[in-house]
Structures are given as structure tokens and as C-alpha cells.
């Protein structure tokens, strides 16, 4: 069974970084595309970030210059690298892979953008 489980998140005030973590585990981790996701209560999930197999990311284009999504294939995890963040940043913040048929979810970290 695919398990993500995911560190990181917290309070920043605007301008501020954070660095989130998730971890694999039951999967052959190199062999996928690791995604990012956000969701605002109310709103629908929001595509952040993906980084394929081969490394090759992409970002939405809210994001583009100050995110950074990265994965250690050794240690089987992925990071979503977030600097000069802004209010509008502020969601709940999921690392997600399609594998063996199905979509896997990390448990989710806040992340509140505020002064």
C-alpha cells in the first residue's frame, strides 16, 4: 500500500518561505510523478506543482518564480520549496501520485500566509 506522509507548514508572515516534506513509502518511488496540490475551504483543489520521473517540473502560473518542487529519489520524498509567499498562498497544501491504478494523498499541512 502506497503511503505519502507529509512534514512541513505552518504560520509565515508575507514575503516568508516555507519547505514542505512528504515521504513515500510502497511504492518504487523513482518510477513516478510526484504533484502538489492546494485547496482553500470552499474552493476546489488547486494543481501547485508536478515533477515527472525524469525531473521535468511544471508549475501553475501563481507560483511560477518563487515555488520549487524537488525530489530525493534515494530518500524517496518530495519538497515543494515556497518563498516570497503571500496571503493568497495560504490553503491546506497536499503532495498526491497516480499509481497502480489510483490517486494517493498525503494527510495535508496548513500553510497560513500572515502578519
Known amino acids: 500500500q502506497v503511503h505519502l506522509v507529509q512534514s512541513g507548514g505552518g504560520l509565515v508572515e508575507p514575503g516568508g518561505s516555507l519547505r514542505l516534506s512528504c515521504a513515500a513509502s510502497?511504492?518504487?518511488?523513482?518510477?513516478?510523478?510526484m504533484k502538489w496540490y492546494r485547496q482553500v475551504l470552499g474552493k476546489e483543489r488547486e494543481l501547485v506543482a508536478t515533477?515527472?520521473?525524469?525531473?521535468?517540473?511544471n508549475y501553475t502560473d501563481s507560483v511560477k518564480g518563487r515555488f520549487t518542487i524537488s525530489r530525493d529519489n534515494i530518500r524517496s520524498r518530495v519538497f515543494l520549496q515556497s518563498n516570497s509567499l503571500k496571503p493568497e498562498d495560504t490553503a491546506v497544501y497536499y503532495c498526491?501520485?497516480?499509481?497502480?491504478?489510483?490517486?494517493?494523498w498525503g494527510q495535508g499541512s496548513q500553510v497560513t500566509v500572515s502578519s
Open positions: 498526491s501520485t497516480s499509481a497502480y491504478g489510483r490517486d494517493f
Open positions: 510502497g511504492m518504487n518511488f523513482k518510477l513516478y510523478t
Open positions: 515533477i515527472s520521473s525524469g525531473g521535468i517540473t
